[in-house]
């Protein structure tokens, strides 16, 4: 077996802590969201909209932060490529709740189905896992539990897309209505469908360091 060199500078796996973290405040903004557009009218969701936006510039920064690292580091704790590719998942994951949250604000949505909620609870719990999952890169330990709640919350996700979707076909909404809230709900997807790309990054990055 090649030896590998490992180094001890932990700046790689804070970082990759930091951009969960930001995933668990815009999971928690969504929530809020949530909350507004069940009665507390359109300037809260105005002023939603501006913390998620502050939020996903946050989340950029550490990105970039990164970025700048890997670039200037010659030995990196795991393979550079998957630096780039997991960073950028996780980014993927805010840019998705941050346009989830300005389309609902641009297109004045006062109240969101209520399997919405639902889907908000997936990315919850699927944000407070990868928060308390990225500082297990650094021992490589205890990581396939992850993968595979992840991989289960992905599916619950899935089955409540779709009955939200058969619902708004149902003949409940009016046709506008039914395009701007399906809009929002598929973000919501794929929100959670690029926490699934996140879990398939650290499976990649555990199986070539085992």
Same mark, same amino acid.
């Given at each position: 077996?090649?030896?590998?060199?490992?180094?001890?500078?932990?700046?790689?796996?804070?970082?990759?802590?930091?951009?969960?973290?930001?995933?668990?405040?815009?999971?928690?903004?969504?929530?809020?969201?949530?909350?507004?557009?069940?009665?507390?009218?359109?300037?809260?969701?105005?002023?939603?909209?501006?913390?998620?936006?502050?939020?996903?510039?946050?989340?950029?920064?550490?990105?970039?932060?990164?970025?700048?690292?890997?670039?200037?580091?010659?030995?990196?704790? &795991?393979?550079? %490529?998957?630096?780039?590719?997991?960073?950028?998942? @996780?980014?993927? *994951?805010? $840019?998705?709740? #941050?346009? !989830?949250?300005?389309?609902?604000?641009?297109?004045?949505?006062?109240?969101?189905?209520?399997?919405?909620?639902?889907?908000?609870?997936?990315?919850?719990?699927?944000?407070?896992?990868?928060?308390?999952?990225?500082?297990?890169?650094?021992?490589?330990?205890?990581?396939?539990?992850?993968?595979?709640?992840?991989?289960?919350?992905?599916?619950?996700?899935?089955?409540?897309?779709?009955?939200?979707?058969?619902?708004? &076909?149902?003949? %409940?909404?009016?046709?506008?209505?039914?395009?701007? @809230?399906?809009? *929002?709900? $598929?973000?919501? #997807?794929? !929100?959670?469908?690029?926490?699934?790309?996140?879990?398939?990054?650290?499976?990649?990055?555990?199986?070539?360091?085992?």
């Amino acid at each position: 077996m090649p030896l590998r060199l490992r180094p001890n500078d932990p700046t790689f796996y804070d970082l990759f802590t930091e951009s969960a973290n930001h995933l668990v405040d815009g999971a928690r903004i969504l929530a809020e969201l949530l909350g507004s557009t069940a009665g507390s009218g359109l300037a809260a969701s105005h002023q939603i909209a501006a913390q998620m936006k502050d939020a996903e510039h946050a989340a950029d920064e550490t990105t970039h932060s990164i970025i700048r690292r890997v670039n200037s580091t010659f030995v990196t704790p &795991f393979d550079r %490529e998957d630096i780039y590719r997991l960073a950028s998942d @996780l980014d993927d *994951v805010m $840019d998705f709740m #941050e346009e !989830a949250v300005d389309t609902v604000h641009l297109f004045n949505l006062e109240k969101l189905p209520e399997e919405v909620a639902e889907q908000i609870e997936v990315l919850q719990r699927a944000a407070q896992l990868t928060a308390e999952t990225m500082p297990r890169l650094r021992t490589m330990k205890d990581l396939a539990e992850y993968w595979i709640e992840i991989n289960r919350l992905e599916n619950t996700g899935d089955a409540v897309h779709r009955r939200i979707i058969a619902k708004l &076909f149902s003949g %409940e909404y009016d046709a506008l209505t039914v395009m701007k @809230l399906k809009t *929002v709900v $598929d973000l919501l #997807e794929a !929100a959670i469908d690029a926490f699934e790309h996140v879990a398939n990054t650290v499976e990649q990055i555990a199986v070539k360091e085992s």
